[in-house]
């Protein structure tokens, strides 16, 4: 293990990349994330990596589709309207069964919006992306440390299924410096991919790289396999952190930046002997039902805090299928829920004064 | 028996799909017999992109990754960033090129990206049942420009050899056509040269090909021909508009 | 001490976010749980910076500090904006060559150093951000000395290793205030 080192929540997702055995990266300026790739741009060329600065997201989402087809570990980083106008070549990229890493440091919108942040684009990376059936792999992570281990995971995840994989960040969170212990590096691996389009040596017949298929049933039994592994994904890789939440009456469900704060609040409520626990979903996309469905079991009511209008919200209602109530807290358009904020929350559903 | 032709082998057996007298089949070739000839099929990568020419995956014989429209420039630059051995080309038309994705072509050929573009203007959308084009002529008619194209609603026709050669990172702006025999092999050695400038890592070189769509204008393939060298050769002269010949970027 | 949150202010370019690493990084050498947290927006030079640093023996919940044990005023702006959400008990630290106005509260302990002046006749201009922190160090013992040293070391790029022993030297400047 190496040192402990105080690192921005941005520059350790580009350090945790490099670590990871990415050596491509397409990017553009955007607040509150240009400072993964001015970060790579100062790296990238001291590794024999490659670092692009491209026209728009529109183009660097489909560099990486390229560079992704073409069997390389790559990935982007953006901000909320920069995936807005990556979502065309995400679709294609997972129609494509190609892997790779989009990071989104979300701040507020919707449109121009704000450069706080912000967590309303979870609908967004988790269920309309951009057109057509497929997911992506989302990960919260919720601290800096936690955004480093995830970046790797998020890269191995994706080249298991051939498929894209988010890590959802926010300005917050990419701002902030927290201590973090770097992974050891690993070597890139960029010639395992066998369905990679990079030139077929006359050893094999050539690679197609697509997501064209005219023919409907074709199109069906592709899109039906894919979903066939996502259910695997489903079984296997759903991540949650529980923290204090075995004998909670009450159960906040929080992720990234806002289960910081739900954390906060909860420690104040315990030591007024409030029963309060946290489910903070690690993975939104699989969703982890079972944490969520294990807990309704016994909490008489669920919050769900977010930084935006309400949208994790529906997922956990979706999966607690009325079994408990689940409300919802939350403060949007870049604005950060305080703790006193969600202990009134606590206080209230617990019956009590707000 | 003696062999006079064969199918290059950088084409696949797959039947074309387009229509008769359409010259994307002569394109086709002509591609295929330059990556023959310069034996690099084995580490070739084609790009297709939307239009007409989707489905040139399924006719060439190297690698290929089919491109969301437009897109085709930047995602062969992620091929080739990624594996600057490969020789990388796109193969698009002028809805795709030159309309959706000019931003994607001129910054890969401002960047001197280090592809070939081959460039199919034919003047009309095919694939989509022939609507006004950014390269459709003035007065032309098309199914969105049914009283002919006004250039004063419509805008004006581009004209993307001329517009590319200002880029200093462009090393090969030609425009071609393929309506006689002397033209295809002009077409060829210009294709050809486009690769070899790519694999010398000169920069980004494009072969515009002046070709016709007989379905769509509504015209059988000679007489398609014969509009193309009265309306579309004198607003789109054939010529080399950059050629950086020994030079570098 | 178990849990110290922190909210430095003032305009950019005083060294408010720079203030807040040495402070993080002292913290980290000392074993803590810390976090720090820049205000951020489009003004580069010139507008409001503020900066929220967090310490704790446990894990640290939200990084941002709504209500400070600890407030550092290095404007009157931030000052005003900031004094009454101190928590009852807690420290105002203000640069009183900055700003002349008085803290309202008699719940606070409020220090009045003129850091800027202290630096500038100690031929230390700019350095007004270390000599609070100097003080900061002083009222609350957040760190030992020795990792206090080493935070401010860690802090400070390679290229301007030339400016360690001007801020050493406002450091205890502050803590001699």
Redesign the interface.
Known sequence: MGEKVLMKGNEAIAEAAIAAGCRHFFGYPITPQTEVAAYMSKRMPKIDGVYLQAESEVASINMVLGAGAAGVRVMTSTSSPGVSLMAEGISYIAGSDVPCLIVNVQRGGPGLGGIQPSQADYHQATKSTAHGDFHMLVFAPSTVQETVDMISTAFDLGDMYRMPAMVLSDGMLGQMMEPVVLPEPKDPDNDSKEWAACGHRNERKHNVVNSLYINPQELEDLVIARYERYAEIKEKHQMAEEYLADDADIIIVAYGSSSRVARSAIDKARKEGIKVGLVRPITLWPFPEKAILKHAEHAKVMLSVEMSMGQMVDDIRLVVNGKVPVEFYGRTGGMIPTPKEVYDQIVRLNGGEQ | MTVKGERPHAL?DAPFHYCPGCTHGIVHRLVAEVIDELGV?????G??SVGCS?FT??Y?????????HG?AP??????????P???VFTYQGDGDLAAIGM??TV?AAARGENIVAIFINNAIYGMTGGQMAPTTLPGQVTQTSPYGRDVKTAGNPIRVCELLSSLDGVALAQRVTVDCVKNVRDAKKAIKKAFEYQMAGKGYCIVEVVSTCPTNWGMSATDALQWMRDNMLPYYPLGVYKDIGEGEQ | MSDLNVLFTGFGGQGILFTGKVMAYAALMEGKELSWLPSYGPEMRGGTASCSVCISDNTIGSPLVVNPDVLVAMNLPSLEKFQNDVVPGGIIIVDSSIVKQKVGRDDVKVVYIEASRIAEENGLKGAANMVILGRLFKETGFCSAENLDKGLQKSVPAKKANLLDSNRKAIALGIDS
């Open positions: 696949t099929e084995g580490r070739a990568v790009v297709a989707v995956y399924n060439f014989n190297c690698d290929m990754v089919q491109a969301p897109r930047a995602v062969a630059t992620g091929v080739k960033r990624a594996r051995e490969n020789v931003g994607e910054h």
